[in-house]
């Protein structure tokens, strides 16, 4: 089969790879018939996660139609069911999978020993997500095998667009869990640092979680124009504005009450200067994220609010505001969306059409078409704001 | 370093060497590990300095009027740079790494050798001062190298300790691991484990070269959801014991499962069969077996990746095969 590879740092290709077989009784073998760049395979493609290997197939947002399955995986699941696959492979069976934390299953990751000296604990094993995550082939193919499809493949019986459903296995459940995690009250404003697919679902969820404004920070004005046009957001280009000068401003002094980091470890700096010190440590390894929104979103968050990290980090982080964290009572919440929770709820809402996340896919292209299609992601060339791949 | 950092610390299923009473002299390895390390920053400065100030070492050492001295030097300066990142490198056992600076100390002294061959006077008198301080480098390095590599091998046996907690209620783990021909499906150095009496069971251990070693064992103790203790019995080639607890955990968290197992080997002769058997690092298998075990009874499989297509095992996790499907026949 044709599958999109990691080569190197900044170079990605389609080559032919073996097809995926069945290794395990709960496996599922799944045609794809759609599948998505993210924002983290950007993470991959420029090197800031480590143990990636050439040849890795990349890709944790997909779906398609079932084509074998595992004696253990036949209970709920039929060969041509249509499945939409979510990016954390979780068992559903250890502690963590019962208490709704899917991507920290327990079990999922073959190379959790590797995962625990980086991180002292490991998380759950992720599609296409380097070998510290399980070192699992991804979805940018023209086939996948799912493991533990029993509890981790969601089943679509209507004849609903994939283009409706395709981000309940990543993006749209990422961008609620990040609303959800500021614990809305009435009356909140939340800001949300990057309009990037992330940014743009967590504004959805945040107004339907009853946000009663959100202002959404980046500098590209087509995806602020996204969020203000189709999510009904305000919007600050901070390369104009200074933000926590607009924020205050905007809250008339008070902050936002919840501060969502939609960025992650590559963020941007207006400041040449400062951004020149976050690349040189990144690139000299003395500190692999950069994680200036972050900072941004604790100094600028309300008093006793909450702030939101949802974009991806990998190592660790340099000048950390704790002093502002501590002394204001703030709450940081974060992690690898919990997608199996919420598909279901959101599919219902999908269904009953209070969320079209269509909106946000701006180019559909062939799977020989992947490498351009992560050269206009990355470089936000052609207004980009969404790939989908058609294998 | 300090010891408590060594050992199996890269798993989070707490996992223990422990000191056996034949006694590997874990402290004495310690010591001569940290002395390792110090002659691993000592190569460091070395080649650094020898790569940056050539010119200067050359006339220290006596070789300053030849060309060819430069290109020894050079070449010694970036061997120095490998001793570093081979005693320095963390997590690397230092064993192998101290004996490159023996192999390199006897290249140069053999330079030197060479060198004095040809020359007189001053340079000559210098040269014997770099050969005396080399010998005596040598002696350092040989003992570390010693001190680091006995403290390595596991002579007289050993006990390793490992737990785990799975999601599953006591007495589901108790009966599991009570069937002893459970045993393989995540051990996987056993290749079957044969239930052949009350107490008894005949156990099959994969070998090289696709042969097998067998022994009998037997139950010495049994509590019913709390413990079985087992061991081998008279005439195994690698006697061994084992004993695994169980708790339950509080607040509904499952069972706490505590393993501990135990080699006793009387001899030196039979250090290679204990490892063909049960691997080089005991310590390090018995944590793999662990998390497949927790696998197996809360998922009923081991879990593999294309990465890990063997399923979890420390030693792969190093090795990675590219994620992307094995080439097989469907
Ligand atoms: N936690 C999860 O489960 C999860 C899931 C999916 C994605 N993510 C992460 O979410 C993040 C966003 O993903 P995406 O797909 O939207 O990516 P994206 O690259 O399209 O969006 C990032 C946006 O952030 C903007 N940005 C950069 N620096 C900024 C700054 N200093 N201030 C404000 N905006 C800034 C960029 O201009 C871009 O528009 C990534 O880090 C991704 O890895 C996390
Ligand atoms: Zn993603
Ligand atoms: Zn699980």
Redesign the interface.
């Given at each position: 089969m044709k599958?999109n590879?990691w080569v190197a740092p900044n170079q990605v290709a389609v080559e032919n790879?073996?097809?995926?077989?069945i290794?395990?009784?709960?496996d599922a073998i799944v045609r794809i018939t759609s599948a998505a760049i993210c924002g983290s395979d950007l993470h991959l493609l420029h090197g800031f996660i480590p143990?990636m290997?050439?040849?890795?197939?990349l890709g944790h947002e997909f779906m398609g139609e079932v084509v074998e399955l595992g004696p253990?995986a036949r209970d709920g699941l039929r060969v041509g069911d249509r499945v939409v696959i979510p990016f954390p492979i979780a068992?559903?069976?250890?502690?963590s999978c019962?208490r709704g934390l899917y991507s920290l299953c327990?079990?999922?990751?073959?190379?959790?020993?590797?995962a625990?000296?980086v991180m002292?604990?490991?998380p759950a094993?992720i599609f296409?997500y380097s070998?510290l995550l399980?070192?699992?082939?991804?979805g940018q193919a023209q086939y996948a095998?799912v493991?533990?499809a029993d509890v981790g493949a969601l089943k679509i019986e209507d004849d609903i667009p994939d283009e409706k459903v395709l981000f309940l296995s990543d993006i749209l459940p990422t961008g609620y869990m990040a609303a959800e995690m500021c614990d809305i009250q009435r009356g909140d404003i939340v800001a949300i640092w990057g309009a990037g697919p992330v940014g743009q679902f967590a504004t959805c969820s945040a107004f339907l979680l009853g946000a009663e404004r959100v202002i959404v920070i980046d500098r590209y004005p087509y995806r602020l124009r996204m969020a203000r046009e189709k999510a009904g957001a305000e919007t600050i280009n901070y390369e104009e504005t200074d933000v926590m000068d607009a924020l205050r401003d905007m809250t008339a002094g008070r902050g936002p009450d919840a501060c969502i980091d939609a960025v992650g470890m590559e963020a941007h700096h207006p400041s040449a200067a400062l951004q020149a010190y976050d690349r040189g440590k990144q690139a000299l390894k003395s500190e692999t994220d950069r994680p200036h929104a972050l900072r941004e979103a604790i100094l600028s968050c309300a008093n006793g609010g909450v702030v939101s990290a949802i974009g991806a980090y990998a190592g660790f982080i340099d000048k950390f505001p704790m002093g502002s964290f501590m002394n204001r009572s703030l709450t940081l919440r974060s992690g690898q969306c919990h997608v199996q929770r919420y598909m279901r709820p959101l599919l219902d809402r999908i269904r009953k059409g209070e969320i079209d996340p269509s909106y946000i896919i701006t180019h559909t292209l062939g799977l020989d078409q992947t490498p351009h299609g992560y050269d206009i992601f990355t470089n936000k060339r052609e207004e980009c704001v969404k790939v989908v791949l058609k294998p | 370093m300090g010891r408590k950092s060594r050992g199996h610390k890269n798993t989070a299923l707490h996992i223990r060497s422990m000191k056996d009473p034949f006694g590997i002299e874990r402290e004495a390895q310690d010591r001569s590990q940290a002395m390792a390390r110090f002659l691993g920053w000592c190569s460091l400065g070395l080649g650094v300095t020898t790569l940056a100030a050539r010119p200067r070492v050359a006339r220290m050492c006596g070789v300053d009027d030849s060309p060819t001295a430069q290109t020894v030097l050079q070449a010694a300066g970036i061997r120095e740079l490998g001793h570093a990142a081979a005693l320095l490198i963390p997590r690397r056992r230092v064993g192998w790494g101290a004996w490159t600076r023996v192999a390199g100390d006897v290249m140069d002294l053999t330079a030197c050798g060479r060198a004095m061959q040809t020359r007189r006077g001053t340079r000559r008198m210098r040269l014997t001062y770099t050969m005396a301080a080399l010998a005596g480098i040598t002696m350092i390095d040989l003992y570390t190298a010693m001190r680091a590599t006995r403290g390595r091998r596991m002579k007289d046996g050993t006990r390793v300790q490992a737990s785990v907690t799975v999601n599953r209620r006591v007495d589901e783990v108790y009966r599991f691991w009570h069937d002893f021909q459970n045993l393989p499906r995540f051990m996987h150095h056993l290749e079957s484990v044969q239930v052949i009496g009350d107490r008894r069971s005949r156990w099959t251990a994969k070998a090289p070269a696709g042969r097998t070693v067998d022994w009998e064992a037997e139950i010495v103790d049994d509590r019913p959801n709390e413990m079985i203790m087992w061991r081998s019995v008279d005439g195994a080639k690698v006697p061994n014991s084992g004993c695994v607890r169980f708790v339950p955990a509080a607040g509904g968290r499952g069972t706490e499962v505590r393993i501990e197992l135990g080699y006793s080997v009387p001899g030196g002769a039979m250090t290679a069969n204990m490892a063909k058997i049960f691997g080089e690092n005991p310590g390090q298998q018995v944590c793999d077996d662990l998390r497949r075990f927790k696998q197996v009874i809360e998922t009923g499989e081991v879990v593999r990746s294309d990465g890990s297509p063997h399923g979890t095992a420390i030693r792969q996790q190093a090795k990675q095969r590219p994620a992307q499907p094995l080439a097989m026949h469907r």
């Open positions: 599958a590879c790879v073996p097809d995926p077989q290794l395990n009784p709960r143990a290997k050439k040849g890795d197939i253990g068992c559903g069976n250890c502690i019962e327990e079990n999922s990751n073959p190379n959790a020993a590797v625990e000296a002292g604990h490991a094993g296409g070998h399980g070192g699992y082939a991804g095998r493991p533990f | -």
